[in-house]
């Protein structure tokens, strides 16, 4: 019986882990095509929420305009999703070894904690809306339970041991 829980231990822990590199590769590969994923949201604006509309119409157009006459400027976008794909690899550690590597884990529950201050902080300052900030910040709150909840599985199963 023991060893059946921790094989389903084990079993969550790597579903939660893969549940959280998942979110991580998928922000970061769609950051990268970002004004062409835009275009295709303006273009089916009507399907979006009304108070979406505006503010994506916006942003659409400000990066097609500055994609146009300097496009370097996009290359920060593109380091933002290189450093998902990279903080992504991190998990691979407690994936494979998740008591050994739990320090990853906790990593990960900081930075979700972390994105609180610089939405709130930083979201303003660039006139961002505050509905927009609310959904950066539910990144936290989603990646934050997902580890916290793998935290606590990789305790049981270092009791076990």
């Given amino acids: 019986m023991r060893e059946s829980n921790k094989n389903q231990l084990e079993k969550k822990i790597r579903l939660l882990i893969i549940s959280f590199i998942a979110g991580l590769v998928l922000s970061g590969v769609t950051a990268f095509p970002i004004e062409s994923q835009l275009q295709i949201a303006v273009a089916h604006k009507s399907l979006l929420p009304w108070f979406l509309r505006g503010w994506l119409v916006q942003v659409y157009e400000a990066i097609k305009a500055t994609n146009a006459i300097y496009p370097f400027i996009s290359y920060g976008t593109d380091w933002l999703a290189f450093a998902h794909l990279v903080i992504a690899v991190a998990f691979i550690g407690p994936l494979r070894d998740p008591i050994r590597n739990i320090w990853v884990i906790q990593f990960g529950m900081i930075a979700c904690v972390m994105i609180f201050p610089l939405a709130l902080i930083a ?28 935290f606590r599985c990789i305790r049981q199963l270092e009791a076990m041991h």
Avoid: A, K
């Fill in 123 to 150: 979201g303003p300052i660039r006139e961002i809306p505050f509905y927009w900030q609310v959904i950066d910040c539910s990144f936290g709150v989603f990646g934050f339970i997902l580890l916290y909840w793998c």
